[in-house]
């Protein structure tokens, strides 16, 4: 499987030249992406929509992911699935650069991995679950309560009073 060395990178210089309010959809789909310096997602998939504006590029972007996380329960490994939507400006000068601080580069190519990273990270749960209903492990031993009930659990149900 080949991906470039810069798969959210894009050239939007001829967007540049084109009227206020023109823009184009750009698509991206990856069954694996490295995200650097250390976030690994696969099925990636997602959109930007470049339109122009007075003050720069506006990018609106819609990616979808699996990430391979633990569960915070169980400890077994599952593909945690993130979304993530996102407006981002980038100007044409320092004059209008919005909070982000994003200027158009000379070359005009846009890369979104920064930024893509940056919003499926946050997307990330604290503490995440396999599953709403995961039983986690026993305190004592360790056993895995979604597979067995061990000795541990079955004595303290047994001294539940209904």
């Known amino acids: 499987m080949y991906q470039p060395a810069h798969p959210l990178r894009f050239n939007v210089g001829f967007i540049v030249n084109q009227t206020i309010g023109y823009y184009r959809e750009f698509t991206f789909e990856y069954p694996k992406i490295d995200l650097k310096p250390d976030f690994q997602l696969f099925h990636f998939s997602g959109s930007a929509r470049v339109s122009r504006t007075p003050q720069g590029l506006l990018v609106q972007g819609s990616f979808n992911a699996q990430s391979l996380t633990e569960c915070a329960r169980c400890l077994i490994e599952f593909m945690q699935p993130l979304h993530s939507d996102f407006d981002e400006l980038w100007a044409f000068s320092s004059r209008t650069v919005s909070e982000s601080g994003l200027i158009l580069p000379e070359d005009t190519n846009i890369d979104l ?43 303290e149900n047994a001294h539940v009073i209904y």
């Open 113 to 155: 991995e920064p930024i893509v990273r940056e919003y499926l990270l946050i997307e990330v749960p604290i503490n995440p679950v396999c599953r709403p209903d995961c039983k986690g492990l026993c305190t004592v031993c360790g056993a895995d309560l979604n597979v067995t009930v061990c000795e541990h659990q079955a004595q």
